[in-house]
């Protein structure tokens, strides 16, 4: 389990380290062993690693005047806790025409077999690797980082030269990429396959993303966010700051079918166009009567059914975790009417959170269209309008 934490802000704010360092506390049960931070600013980046959280904490105090701060913590599931694996992860390869530094959120279980196809067909070489011995026959044998093996499946699909990413398990990660020739960072990216959290709030001038944040709302998945850093850093760009964001659809391949069914019959969301661009929009394919799937019939996909989705999906594991602990406790004790009561408070505050998310993903989308509408007036919409999905959901709700 790891954790992702991240500050971009475009003004001079002296708290945002702060904010970086009480989110940390926040999320810290995420991960404790092996930290990594970034800074980056117009024309350089640094980053600083450590293996204890005294250090890195020490480092985020001295950082009162950053503008971007990228931050990771982690637990390791596959690595001992050394400062070789710890993120972001290093991918530079001759045939790709940015370097890439990337944090990863996620258990990849194909990744020894990502690997040898990596290094052996495609010639990466792996910065993580960590030689071992094993204890009764002293012969040796390599660890690495998981995080590793998705990372380059990552920066390889981004730049197009992939169709999909062959990582199986979660992700959600925070990029950024790196002009070879002046090393100078362009722009920040982050998105999630939706199997682990990744959330974001926004002011005018600032977005804070974090694996859980309180006041934030779900990051749609299969989506590749990202903005300029030159646009962070240019006074004369007095818009919104999501009007600066760009996205690209990202495409991870079905998992592989289970107990001998494939139950995956959903086709990718742009499996039709591998030749996207950043600003392409998300299609799904519709359904006809007789449940079948025509890859050229594709429709617009709803962002706010999808993001209820997501908070939806959220609600019930924080539900099912509090059960599991509750039933645990009846196990081993008595539980007595206070106890319960206290469960059924626990509930009540999870469904509030849920419907705090909810009304706040509407306001972003509304606010987003809105702005959109404004700058293209004279664009005619095909599609229905947002407005038209907001009352639908408050009719439900």
């Given amino acids: 389990m790891c954790g992702l934490i991240g500050i971009i802000n475009r003004k001079n704010n002296t708290e945002n380290n702060q904010q970086i360092i009480d989110q940390y506390q926040d999320q810290i049960t995420r991960g404790q062993q092996g930290f990594g931070i970034v800074t980056i600013s117009k024309n350089s980046f640094k980053i600083h690693r450590a293996t204890h959280d005294s250090k890195a904490l020490l480092d985020l105090y001295q950082m009162n005047k950053e503008q971007i701060i990228l931050f990771h913590h982690r637990y390791p599931t596959s690595t001992n806790n050394k400062i070789k694996q710890t993120h972001p992860i290093y991918v530079s390869h001759p045939e790709l025409k940015f370097d890439w530094y990337i944090m990863h959120n996620g258990v990849i279980s194909n990744d020894y077999k990502l690997k040898n196809k990596h290094e052996n067909e495609l010639g990466y070489v792996y910065t993580t690797n960590e030689e071992q011995t094993y204890t009764n026959s002293m012969s040796k044998y390599i660890r690495f980082n998981d995080s590793e093996s998705f990372a380059i499946e990552l920066a390889r699909h981004l730049e197009k030269k992939s169709d999909e990413i062959t990582s199986q398990g979660g992700a959600s990660w925070i990029a950024f990429k790196i002009n070879k020739k002046t090393n100078k960072p362009i722009s920040i990216l982050w998105g999630t396959n939706g199997k682990n959290p990744l959330d974001i709030s926004y002011t005018k001038n600032s977005i804070f993303l974090g694996s859980k944040l309180d006041q934030g709302i779900p990051v749609l998945p299969d989506m590749a ?52 661009n950043f600003d392409t929009p998300i299609y799904i394919p519709k359904h006809t009567e007789n449940n079948t799937i025509d890859p050229k019939d594709y429709e617009p996909m709803d962002e706010l059914d999808l993001a209820i989705e997501t908070t939806s999906e959220r609600l019930l594991d924080d539900i099912t975790d509090s059960l599991l602990t509750f039933f645990e406790n009846i196990k081993y004790e008595e539980t007595t009417p206070e106890e319960i009561e206290i469960q059924v408070e626990n509930f009540k505050q999870l469904l509030t959170n849920a419907c705090g998310r909810t009304t706040k993903t509407k306001e972003f989308l509304e606010n987003k269209k809105n702005r959109q509408l404004t700058l293209e007036e004279t664009i005619e919409l095909n599609d229905k309008t947002l407005a038209t999905d907001v009352d639908h959901m408050n009719q439900i709700f």
């Fill in 225 to 276: 966010i990202h903005i300029n850093v030159e646009d962070i850093f240019n006074p004369k760009k007095k818009q919104h700051i999501t009007d600066l964001l760009h996205e690209q659809p990202i495409i991870f391949a079905p998992p592989p079918p289970v107990m001998g069914f494939n139950t995956n019959t959903h086709i990718p969301h742009h499996k039709r166009n591998h030749d996207y």
